[in-house]
């Protein structure tokens, strides 16, 4: 009986130094660098993908910042032309006003000041970014004049504009307000031929 528990024990001895392929703690030489190579492969795809998304989600946030500040100063332009439009009215009627004062109704200094506040007027438009739209014998441009009246004559080119009824203005590249013209018009006998 001493050689069967000496037998077993032998048995048993080799069994503890032997592992089955299928276990966790032995892994085949080939299979080891396999799978490394795979997570390193993997880990790497992860890693680019994640740069695109933050490199997509930094130019989301410059394209948002860039709109946010259009945005702004497009309000801030509007918020201006709306004062401007107001402004206009007492620039048009001002310049009228000095148009109409015959040269000997007044003091030449007075006078002098009427004009220096023009002046100044009109350079606050232009700091602005407020010009006027000049219209005065040029074509007739729907985008930036509006008729009030046609007038046949002989003496300007047919749809040329010969008088301007009341400035226009643009913002910037804009037009706040087109200028109101009188267009020629070609006389009736030189339309007929």
């Given at each position: 009986?001493?050689?069967?528990?000496h037998?077993?024990?032998?048995?048993?001895?080799?069994?503890?130094?032997?592992?089955?392929?299928?276990?966790?703690?032995m892994?085949?030489?080939?299979?080891?660098?396999?799978?490394?190579?795979?997570?390193?492969?993997?880990?790497?795809?992860?890693?680019?993908?994640?740069?695109?998304?933050?490199?997509?989600?930094?130019?989301?946030?410059?394209?948002?910042?860039?709109?946010?500040?259009?945005?702004?100063?497009?309000?801030?332009?509007?918020?201006?032309?709306?004062?401007?439009?107001?402004?206009?009215?007492?620039?048009?009627?001002?310049?009228?006003?000095?148009?109409?004062?015959?040269?000997?109704?007044?003091?030449?200094g007075?006078?002098?000041?009427?004009?220096?506040?023009?002046?100044?007027?009109?350079?606050?438009?232009?700091?602005?970014?407020?010009?006027?739209?000049?219209?005065?014998?040029?074509?007739?441009?729907?985008?930036?004049?509006?008729?009030?009246?046609?007038?046949?004559?002989?003496?300007?080119e047919?749809?040329?504009?010969?008088?301007?009824?009341r400035?226009?203005?643009?913002?910037?590249?804009?037009?706040?307000?087109?200028?109101?013209?009188?267009?020629?018009k070609a006389?009736?006998a030189?339309?007929?031929?």
């Open positions: 009986m001493s050689e069967d528990k037998g077993d024990d032998a048995a048993h001895s080799d069994e503890g130094t032997q592992s089955s392929p299928d276990s966790p703690d892994t085949l030489p080939d299979e080891q660098p396999k799978d490394a190579e795979h997570a390193m492969l993997k880990a790497m795809a992860e890693r680019d993908q994640f740069e695109a998304m933050a490199k997509r989600a930094q130019a989301d946030l410059i394209n948002y910042r860039r709109r946010m500040d259009d945005e702004r100063q497009e309000l801030r332009r509007n918020a201006n032309a709306n004062l401007i439009m107001k402004f206009l009215g007492v620039v048009d009627d001002f310049d009228r006003a000095i148009g109409m004062l015959p040269d000997d109704a007044a003091a030449a007075w006078q002098e000041g009427l004009t220096l506040v023009q002046r100044n007027l009109a350079n606050i438009l232009e700091s602005e970014g407020v010009s006027k739209i000049e219209a005065a014998g040029k074509p007739f441009d729907p985008r930036e004049h509006e008729a009030v009246h046609y007038q046949e004559t002989p003496d300007a047919d749809g040329t504009i010969i008088n301007v009824f400035e226009g203005y643009r913002l910037h590249d804009r037009v706040m307000r087109a200028s109101q013209v009188i267009v020629a006389p009736a030189a339309q007929d031929e």
